[in-house]
Every structure is written in structure tokens, then in C-alpha cells.
Nanobody, 127 residues
Framework: QLQLVESGGDLVQPGGSLRLSCAASGATLNYRAIAWIRQAPGKGREGLACIVGSGGYRSYADSAKGRFTISRDNAKNTVYLQMNSLKPEDTAVYYC????????????????????WGQGTQVTVSS
């Protein structure tokens, strides 16, 4: 079975950067669309970024556009999220997951759209 493990979360100051990793085991990610999702304290889960299996198409939420970049290295069976210009409101637990519909079109952020969740990694942005 596919398992995903997130890593790279840390405590950073506003304006700082982090790169999160989503490492897969048990199955290949080559043909799977993968999303990064976050959940801030007291809030619901928010889809941030999606990348198709080939890496040829990516989609971002408005909160991520211009600051975050999703990428993948299928040879390493890993998906990344580069986060720049971090803000306190970016504080959340960050998860990666497969996208059930296996596309990154307009419906990818819908409730219940994800499978194979990882356990998450904590990102805290504070001065």
C-alpha cells in the first residue's frame, strides 16, 4: 500500500522560507496527482497546490500563488513544496495526499477529494 510521509516543517520567522518533502513508499507516484493541504488551528483543511503525475500541470490556491511552488522528482518518489515569503497566517500542519480524481482541475480541492494522507508536518511562522 502507498504510504506518504511529510517532512521539513519548522519554526521560521516571517519572510522566511521552507521546503517540505512528501516521500512515498510502497508504490510509485509516477501516475498519481499529489496535493499539498494544510490545516490551521481551529480551521478546516485548505488545499494549497496540486501537481499531476508527469509534473506537467500544476494548480495553486490563491493563498499560495506567487509564494509557493509544488514540484516532484519521480525518480525519488518524492513531491516537494517550496514556501517563500512566509507569513504568520501560514502557520498550520501541512499534509500531502493523493488526489482521488487524479487531475488538478478546478474540482481537486473539494471535500473528500483526497486519499493516502500522510501524518503531516508542523509549520510555525512567528516573530
Amino acid at each position: 500500500q502507498l504510504q506518504l510521509v511529510e517532512s521539513g516543517g519548522d519554526l521560521v520567522q516571517p519572510g522566511g522560507s521552507l521546503r517540505l518533502s512528501c516521500a512515498a513508499s510502497g508504490a510509485t507516484l509516477n501516475y498519481r496527482a499529489i496535493a499539498w493541504i494544510r490545516q490551521a488551528p481551529g480551521k478546516g483543511r485548505e488545499g494549497l497546490a496540486c501537481i499531476v503525475g508527469s509534473g506537467g500541470y500544476r494548480s495553486y490556491a490563491d493563498s499560495a500563488k506567487g509564494r509557493f511552488t509544488i514540484s516532484r522528482d519521480n525518480a525519488k518518489n518524492t513531491v516537494y513544496l517550496q514556501m517563500n515569503s512566509l507569513k504568520p497566517e501560514d502557520t498550520a500542519v501541512y499534509y500531502c495526499a493523493t488526489v482521488r480524481i487524479n487531475t488538478c482541475g478546478s474540482s481537486w480541492r473539494q471535500q473528500g477529494a483526497f486519499d493516502s494522507w500522510g501524518q503531516g508536518t508542523q509549520v510555525t511562522v512567528s516573530s
